[in-house]
């Protein structure tokens, strides 16, 4: 899948931990992507309609980014 596959193309500090995705985004009127807008979410679901997967080191796999392992991040005791 998708995170064997970044494994194997990228350093491990290159790898991307989340992965949001999303129906469009916001482009400013020179049609230039507003990356702080993403910025700011970071990992956080702005609306229902996003899906975010998070990285799983354990298997290398994209897992989506339920309640628990959200909790778990603001924990800090998951290992990203």
Do not use: W
């Not at 995170?3 to 790898?15: A, D, M, Q």
């Not at 309609?49 to 309640?67: F, G, H, K, M, P």
Request: aromatic share 8%.
């Amino acid at each position: 899948g998708f995170g064997h596959s970044t494994k194997e193309l990228l350093p491990p500090h290159s790898r991307p931990r989340f992965l949001k995705i999303v129906d469009s985004l916001d482009m400013t009127a020179t049609f230039r992507l507003r990356k702080k807008e993403l910025q700011k979410s970071g990992y956080e679901r702005t609306n229902e309609a996003e899906t975010i997967y998070v990285l799983s080191l354990n298997d290398d796999c994209y897992r989506d980014l339920d309640d628990q392992t959200l909790q778990s991040i603001r924990d800090q005791t998951l290992r990203l």
